[in-house]
């Protein structure tokens, strides 16, 4: 059976003035491109942004690449080095499909995809680097959601709706980025996921923002974040005091310390337990691209949050009535990776709060979006239908 696709997860590769096209003169003095031999870098000042290995993108892996070696990973198998040493394909030349919407909608009715929420490859890696100058921040994120919306467009023939990234440094800018969005069209906002800055997500100091997001019915996401974060430092003041020079344990042990679903899972916390869904019942979160391994263990976390014998949790002045893994199940969606126990998922939260999202064309994802079919492809068909379509237009249309 054929099913309709509202892919949760693509993405596109940045133009190189994808900061740069609408950029005020300060945001062209404070970002540039530096070369380094073959190879050209970003810098936000003097940091240079190292969430992506090769920001020009080309050339680029190809869609999938990593997917077969992920999954022997998640299976539990060891893949021989000859594997492992061939995960990343043969590389490709980058083509107009990754960043241009005409050639990319082509695409789309090639691989039977109706609509995307389309998010950054690079946008989301950079936001830390300029943690220390508010101005600068939002600058340079008008100057790109600016880029992001003449390229591909908020809401592009509601076939593409390229996602905006609000930073949350401040909360008076990030309202006024909202309304710019808003009064364009969007129909969905990225936050980066953790700890804001030294606040909880969950702090009234951000409920201007909340308020308007919980009023315009637009859809709040966060996605997976690469590059250099709050838990970079985090983890250097808790572990690298002195100096440790065994870099190869150190990394391995940061990313089994605070790995990809870390921020995400640090972000509902504090949503749910400062009854962030009380205050604001209009408002829907979409977890993409941080898995769902973690689920189970975060909802016993959840209802075991609170006193140890009345589980009493109140917060900002309210109290939470009903059981906090009843609240995530109500206002929390999630798109996992293909990889891993989607059914098991569907069967924990609700088939109604699963997001099919292929990742696509990122080298971790899937070959075509319509290969996630084959991770539920044990469920009913009306099952099968609500994660490849019914969810995300739901959200989206809502």
């Excluded at 998922?345 to 109604?352: K, Q, R, T």
């Amino acid at each position: 059976m054929d099913y309709k696709i509202f892919d949760a997860d693509n993405h596109y590769y940045e133009a190189d003035d994808a900061f740069l096209r609408f950029a005020d003169e300060k945001v062209k003095k404070h970002v540039r491109w530096m070369s380094d031999g073959k190879r050209k870098h970003l810098f936000f000042g003097d940091r240079k942004s190292t969430g992506v290995p090769n920001p020009t993108f080309n050339p680029i892996s190809r869609p999938g690449a990593f997917h077969d070696h992920l999954k022997l990973l998640e299976e539990g198998h060891r893949p021989t080095s000859s594997a492992m040493g061939q995960k990343y394909g043969e590389l490709e030349p980058l083509t107009p499909v990754y960043r241009e919407r005409e050639p990319r909608l082509l695409t789309m009715n090639e691989q039977n995809v109706e609509s995307i929420l389309m998010f950054p490859t690079l946008g989301q890696c950079v936001e830390h680097l300029m943690y220390d100058d508010v101005d600068m921040m939002y600058r340079v994120f008008r100057a790109f959601n600016t880029w992001l919306d003449t390229d591909w467009g908020f809401n592009y023939e509601n076939r593409i709706f390229a996602i905006p990234v609000i930073p949350m440094l401040d909360v008076d800018m990030a309202v006024k980025e909202l309304e710019w969005i808003l009064e364009r069209g969007a129909r969905a906002v990225c936050l980066r996921p953790g700890p804001l800055y030294g606040r909880t997500p969950a702090d009234p100091y951000f409920d201007p923002f909340y308020s308007l997001v919980n009023e315009s019915g637009i859809l709040q996401t966060y996605h997976a974040i690469g590059g250099q974060s709050p838990y970079d430092d985090a983890f250097e003041m808790m572990y690298c005091q002195p100096p440790v020079y065994d870099k190869g344990y150190l990394t391995t042990l940061q990313q089994a310390l605070t790995p990809g679903e870390r921020p995400i899972m640090d972000t509902l916390m504090s949503l749910i337990l400062g009854n962030f869904f009380g205050r604001f019942p209009n408002i829907k979160v979409a977890s993409i691209e941080m898995g769902c391994t973690w689920v189970p263990y975060f909802l016993h976390s959840l209802d075991h949050a609170g006193g140890m014998l009345d589980r009493h949790i109140e917060a900002f002045g309210q109290k939470l009535d009903v059981r906090p893994s009843e609240v995530f199940k109500e206002n929390v969606y999630i798109s996992p990776f293909p990889e891993e126990d989607v059914v098991g998922l569907a069967n924990l939260i609700g088939v109604d709060h699963v997001l099919m999202g292929s990742d696509w064309p990122h080298p971790e994802g899937n070959h075509v979006p319509e290969e996630y079919v084959e991770c539920i492809a044990s469920l009913d068909d009306a099952s099968i239908k609500r994660i490849m379509w019914d969810n995300a237009l739901g959200l989206i249309a809502s």
